[in-house]
């Protein structure tokens, strides 16, 4: 368990230290936040085609209401943690890597669902709009975060092959 935590930190620690740098932010995080925001205004289309993208920001061509998708919004945190803790966790890197694929996908789909909702919500009311963005929203992400892990733990292989405790104990063998 120390070992995990200690990988835990320092995984994050380095992902974190690498994100703040000039060629993550340009080669990665820019492209990711402009990404979302164009998936999330593609989806929107769908149903209101009075939505643009502009990089990072999604606004209304009918009323002018705009949100931009800034740092800690963008998901990317939330995949730093999900991924330091997949990493740290002892498992065979084949478990690893769909870990991560998954978590990834599981992360940054609810992430959309985020900043859509907030889109709209913002357009009936600022103040719920900032309570949601701030507080609610924040913690769904996070929570997110930890139960694709714990439920990532929970498809592991158990040490010696033994099944996972959710399996039915084999059936008794008669002579």
């Not at 230290?17 to 769908?46: D, K, M, R």
Request: aromatic share 14%; glycine share 6%.
């Amino acid at each position: 368990m120390l070992r995990f935590f200690v990988l835990f930190i320092a995984i994050q620690a380095a992902l974190f230290g690498l994100e703040l740098t000039p060629w993550a932010q340009q080669h990665f995080v820019e492209p990711w936040t402009n990404t979302l925001a164009a998936i999330s205004t593609w989806l929107v289309t769908v149903f209101d085609p009075n939505v643009a993208a502009i990089g990072k920001i999604m606004r209304s061509t009918t009323n002018g209401f705009a949100v931009s998708i800034e740092a800690g919004c963008n998901g990317v945190e939330a995949t730093i943690v999900l991924v330091a803790a997949i990493l740290a966790f002892p498992a065979p890197w084949k478990y690893k890597l769909a870990g991560l694929a998954a978590g990834i996908v599981a992360v940054q789909g609810l992430n959309v669902v985020r900043v859509i909702s907030l889109f709209y919500l913002g357009q009936w009311n600022k103040e719920w709009f900032e309570w949601a963005h701030l507080y609610v929203w924040q913690a769904l992400i996070m929570l997110d975060v930890l139960i694709v892990w714990l439920i990532w733990v929970r498809t592991l292989p158990r040490a010696g092959g033994a099944p996972p405790p959710s399996a039915p104990p084999p059936a008794p063998v008669t002579a």
